[in-house]
């Protein structure tokens, strides 16, 4: 079932939300690993051609790291479905690239290039300012799962706290500690992506409504957010050090 937008695609509390998203520093930035694992392994997990993390600027929706596609800083922003998609109320944001599913967006470049299924998880900031998408893209129309919704939900979470501890390091001026911090996160995750590609290999795809597949998964991501969680601690105490 489609998600239902609003009237407008600038919301009127924009000005304030792209305050938030300027401050994280991570607009137009270049790659950085462990963004890049985070949609690898969307895009293994929810059986997609496509992963994305986007970044909703005032004109343009940047592509702070993408699976599945190549050459694509990101598009103007009414022609991407992540900026309808950070006004909805929902959880996860459900929607094909049809003009009378969403009116807000031009469909044009994703009817292009085949794009019929979207899904998305709101990155939000810790005043509740949406930054972005987690999203997974398919060439195929589909159902996304109750289950399946849940686990984009956490997994947009961490993506969220990693924004947030990436800001913390470089104001920080500590760009030698969130290496490490990516080369820790990449080492939880890549639990993960062994896990999905055993999965994989023994049923031929992932089916997250099945509580003996979704169960192990979920434990895995709790790993990952506990280095979150650790590190984020660690640079709050460092930072009353500081002060």
């Known amino acids: 079932m489609n998600t ?5 695609l600038i919301p009127g509390h924009d000005a304030a939300r792209l305050r ?30 496509i992963a994305l993390i986007s970044l909703v600027d005032a004109e ?5 790291a993408v699976a599945g596609a190549t050459g694509i800083p990101g598009l103007v922003r009414n022609e991407s479905m ?37 899904a998305g998880a709101a990155l939000v900031a810790s005043d509740d300012a949406r930054l972005g998408m987690l999203a997974v893209i398919d060439k195929n129309a589909r159902d996304f799962s109750a289950a ?4 984009l939900t956490r997994l947009a979470e961490l993506v969220s706290q990693t924004i947030e501890l990436r800001y913390r ?20 995750l890549d639990e993960n992506s062994a896990l999905a590609r055993y999965l994989i290999s023994r049923n031929q795809r992932i089916d997250l409504a099945d ?30 050090v500081i002060d």
């Open 148 to 151: 399946e919704a849940t686990v």
């Open 169 to 188: 390091y470089i104001l920080a001026e500590q760009p030698g500690e969130w290496e490490d911090a990516q080369r820790e996160l990449t080492l939880a």
């Open 82 to 118: 992540c900026s309808a998609a950070i006004l909805a109320t929902e959880q996860v944001v459900i929607s094909d690239y049809k003009p009378e599913s969403c009116n807000l967006i031009k469909p044009d470049v994703a009817q292009s290039i085949g794009l019929n299924f979207y």
């Open 20 to 49: 938030t998203l300027h401050q994280f520093k991570i607009v137009n930035t270049t790659p950085e690993q462990i963004f890049d694992d985070y949609v690898a392994w969307a895009a293994q997990l929810f059986n997609t051609p």
């Open 211 to 240: 509580i003996e597949v979704a169960q192990p998964i979920l434990r895995r991501l709790e790993g990952v957010a506990k280095v979150l969680s650790r590190r984020l601690g660690q640079s709050l105490t460092a930072s009353s």
């Open 4 to 8: 239902t937008f609003p009237d407008s």
């Open 60 to 64: 343009y929706v940047w592509f702070k």
